[in-house]
DNA sequence: ATAGGGTTAG
């Protein structure tokens, strides 16, 4: 190898923009280097893989190639798998695999799985796991680990964690990588258990292991366990060294009923992002803190922090769980003109909301007939509810018309506006809502509710009679709904405590945690759709006659009862 | 001559 090469590759190994490549290019063509095969591989992988490249470039590169080997064939494989065209490097690898002059390697597979599950292509990641499989590259861990992820991001988690469960060994990336597939699809509990295993076997955690358990304890709202991993963090400096942690620590701590403890995370977090920023206005805004979520996003802005997407929908929340629809209004419109971040679907739908809970039902109704988002049935949805709130019959029916030609309604619907009907004693109509549902065979989601007790977490599903408990849990429902109605309950919706029927979820839990926990003690419950009106009053005379505090976090918010009454004040 | 894992919202 000459002097000259020597130095061209030198200076490739600095390189850090296209202009430098091109004048390193132009002297490796004058010296009779550019098709060097050490030169290339520079060249291309520069161009193809680094931030600062150029993929068309490397395209161009790559022509002029006699004949492309394996390394060259991999940057392009690997830059374009990881562009906004992802499904390019398949084309790349199928003409790779024609090609007579060289073999895809292990790192082909793992930048090609990477594309599959980037492309959305099931069939393309099942054909590839085949050819892994004959060519003997399934025993290699890194593409085991790269198959089972292109699974999961095609929505196939068996198929992911069978990929999982038949490496012929597992190393802490390979188990991160499974728990972190169940987080994604919403599998917590199963992300736990695989956890737990993981340890079994004798697997530490570290700081990917960290983020993955705290975000299922937060979705699931297992604070013991969540303490237990925050413990662990400190110990092991995690907290110190990797922004993710913290990030996760504060989520956790708001999503499982302790906002002091998640400001306190924030507080003492010695760098933060703009998820530190936005998972503490999403805390505040849960316990319907609205005024200091305004607070923390002009905190966020001196602090330098550029507010996007998320941040807005979350001071979007605040602003409506505490009624400050003025406020809220005010900086939807701030968004656009003073931050240049076009509103999606999302925060119309949240100003919809909080338009319609607070009663401006015309207005809500024009907004959303102006709003780009007018054919988006979620914006229909949150007018539906905001129609049940204050018990209007007449825009209910006429929103659910506005679904039924869109084809967009569900049995979510069907059930709000059937208890648009109930709230005015208009049986008929309920009963053709009912109807509705059961002729087409819409499905609901069914609520759960989970109470976490001594660092296990129990899940009560509506009508689930299969608890061995069951019989003294549906007692303690009796005892809770006599004693409430001795302080003046009278439900709207009667049916529903007739022989344990259609007793809402949260409610099994509630009746489980008075059981099993000491007198005095708070009770947190984690559900997951919005808690109605009949449980809400439910809970606040319970909470008064059993002295207990409970803590209740639904799909949108926390409500903290106490002493009869809940920190929303009635407004959700 | 290169490879795998993580956080908020919905």
Known sequence: MCRVEDAVLSLLQGCNSMQ?????????????????PAVTAKLLSFCATSSAGDLSYALVLFSRLPI?????WNSLIRGFAVSPSPSF??????????????????ATFSFLLKA??????????????GTIFRSGFASNLIVSTNLSRAYSDNGFVKDARKVFDEMPERDIVAWNSIIACYCRVGMHEEAIKVYRKMSAVGFGLDEF???GLLSSCAHLGALELGVWVHKLAVKNGFLK???FVGNALVDMYAKCGNLQQARQVFDQMPKRDIFTWNSMLFGLSMYGCGQEAITLFDQMLMAGIQPNDVSFLGLLMGCNHQGLADEGVKHFHLMSSKFAIQPDAKHYCCVVDMLGRAGRLEEAIKFVKTSPFLFDSVLWRAMLSACKIHKNVEFGELVMENLIKMSAYNAGDCCLLAGIYASIGDSNGVSKMRKMVKEQGMKTTPGWSCIELNGEVRKFVVDDNSHPEIEEIHDKIKEMIRRATSLGFAPE???????GVGIHSEMLAIAFGLMRTP???RLRITKNLRICKDCHLLTKLVSHAFGREIVVRDRMRFHQFESGSCSCKDYW
């Open 519 to 521: 007198e005095g003690m």
């Open 89 to 106: 490097s398949i084309s790349l690898y199928n003409s790779m695999f024609c090609s007579a002059d060289c073999r895809p390697d292990a």
């Open 493 to 499: 919706i009667e049916e529903w405590m007739e022989n």
């Open 68 to 72: 492309p080997a394996t390394p060259h």
């Open 20 to 36: 430098r490549l091109h004048k390193i290019h132009a002297h490796a063509v004058i010296h009779g280097l550019d098709l060097r």
């Open 241 to 243: 060294k990797n922004v």
């Open 209 to 211: 292991t960290v983020v």
């Open 116 to 129: 599959c599950g980037r492309a959305a292509t099931a069939e393309k990641s099942r054909e590839v796991h």
